[in-house]
């Protein structure tokens, strides 16, 4: 199945929390999906960690740590996932 959408929208919505990453869900991308699906995580990921927060404000400290988390998250499901399938990447 391809990618619906935005690659990169989909990467912001794992960020946001709207949309998880599963074996289930990997399931139905090619491998040439999961490695556009994986750049756009990276890249959604330096973006995230690019952003300045005051740090005296700690609601957004945590919730620009929260969408890191879902980030590692995501990539090491997608990594795990690939690497039990023997899919490069």
């Given amino acids: 199945m391809a ?21 289930p869900v990997l399931k139905k991308y090619t491998p040439g999906d999961l490695k556009i699906i994986l750049n756009n995580l990276n890249i959604v990921k330096r973006e995230i960690r690019q952003t300045q927060v005051a740090l005296d404000d700690v609601q957004l400290v945590k919730a620009k740590n929260m969408q890191i988390s879902r980030m590692n998250q995501a990539e090491m499901v997608l990594r795990t996932y690939c690497k039990k399938m023997r899919i490069p990447i």
């Fill in 3 to 23: 990618i619906s959408g935005n690659p990169k929208k989909l990467a912001q919505d794992v960020a946001g929390g709207f949309f998880s990453l599963s074996p």
